[in-house]
């Protein structure tokens, strides 16, 4: 069974940078694709990253040049660097293993999700 685990949202001005983390269990990170999704109060789920076994990276236009996903094998985790954060990116960032489809941005490709983590950018 994999279990996903976020951590690190927070309170950030706009035009900040936060670093989350998804910390998987054994195995995970190396075995299985992996992305971001975040939900804004009143909003549908939003695809924000993902990556490939082949270290492969996507992202919504809505945060190309700014956010980043990352791995590390070792730690069995996975990263989403966001810089020049936006009021906007206002969300719960949650990370989740991608089970199959036609597209990485579909979250109902998507199994074993995280419960979330918090991020809030003030104007």
């Known amino acids: 069974q994999v279990q996903l685990v976020e951590s690190g949202g927070g309170l950030v001005q706009a035009g900040g940078s936060l670093r989350l983390s998804c910390a998987a269990s054994?195995?995970?990170?190396?075995?299985?694709?992996l992305g971001w999704f975040r939900q804004a109060p009143g909003k549908e789920r939003e695809f924000v990253a993902a990556?490939?076994?082949?270290?492969?990276?996507y992202y919504a236009d809505a945060v190309k040049g700014r956010f980043t996903i990352s791995r590390s094998n070792v730690k069995n985790t996975v990263y989403l660097q966001m810089n020049s954060l936006k009021p906007e990116d206002t969300a719960v960032y949650c990370c989740?293993?991608?089970?199959?489809?036609?597209?990485?941005?579909?979250?109902?490709?998507?199994?074993?999700w995280g419960q979330g983590t918090q991020v809030t950018v003030s104007s």
């Open positions: 990556i490939t076994w082949s270290g492969s990276t």
């Open positions: 989740a293993v991608f089970r199959g489809g036609s597209k990485y941005s579909l979250p109902d490709g998507y199994h074993y």
């Open positions: 054994e195995g995970t990170v190396v075995s299985y694709q």
